[in-house]
């Protein structure tokens, strides 16, 4: 069955490198992704991995893929306050309908 | 519109009541999909429309639940005989391809749902 699960809760200081890590159950999942979730506000994807790479790096972020762990990791470089959110990692499902299986989310909080 | 719409942003409704959720794409998006999440879980998926048709609804928790598409665009999520476990915050996405891995889908700021 398909099932992501990720650690609830991540603190970090400001400027400081945060790492969420996620696994997924689904080895038939061609893409995996990471959302954020600000209070009161919808999903905003932040990127996305294909998997077949193993990497991928845009700006702070980078996204690490191991699929013989089924591990996924999102690193953000030199956090921001404004980093604080929600984050969800999700695979999507093999099938043709596309939808997205989440994580339960991991809550970031960024200390000054 | 720029992003995709939900309405109301907020509903307060009574047990054993019928609400209606609705969710305005973004223009020409072909695909659309509700999923409801609950206090401290990710969204889980509930029903995906390419076009008017209903091309999966496996989702839905049970026969309380509808949602049409009637023009391809605007989409409404029914509820009838609301129940307290109904309590959550149901969102909408779109995209302009059927899933369009590469670009995921927009999704809306969702209707928190009180059942009381």
């Known amino acids: 069955g398909e099932d992501v699960e990720q650690s609830l809760f991540l603190s970090v200081r400001e400027g400081d490198s945060s790492v969420i890590n996620c696994t997924y159950t689904d080895s038939s999942s061609t893409y995996l992704y990471w959302y954020k979730q600000e209070p009161g506000a919808g999903l905003q994807l932040l990127t996305y991995i294909f998997s077949n790479m193993d990497m991928k790096q845009d700006q702070r972020l980078t996204v690490l893929l191991n699929k013989k762990d089924k591990h996924l990791s999102l690193r953000i470089a030199d956090t921001q306050t404004g980093d604080s959110a929600i984050y969800f990692c999700?695979?999507?499902?093999?099938?043709?309908?596309?939808?997205?299986?989440f994580g339960s989310g991991t809550r970031l909080l960024v200390r000054p | 519109g720029a992003g995709v719409s939900q309405t109301p942003s907020n509903k307060v409704t009574e047990k054993g009541k019928y609400v209606e959720l609705r969710c305005d794409p973004i223009?020409?998006?072909?695909?659309l999909y509700w999923y409801r999440q609950s206090l401290g879980q990710g969204p889980e998926f509930l029903i995906y429309f390419q076009g008017t048709g209903a091309a999966d609804d496996s989702g839905l928790p049970n026969d309380r639940f509808f949602a049409v598409r009637p023009e391809g665009s605007v989409s409404t999520l029914k509820i009838q005989r609301t129940e307290r476990g109904d309590s959550a915050v149901y969102l909408c996405?779109?995209?302009?391809?059927?899933?369009?891995?590469?670009?995921?889908?927009?999704f809306g700021s969702g209707t928190r749902l009180t059942v009381v």
């Open positions: 223009s020409g998006h072909t695909a």
């Open positions: 999700a695979e999507i499902t093999p099938d043709s309908s596309y939808k997205l299986i």
């Open positions: 996405a779109s995209s302009s391809r059927g899933g369009a891995p590469g670009d995921g889908y927009t």
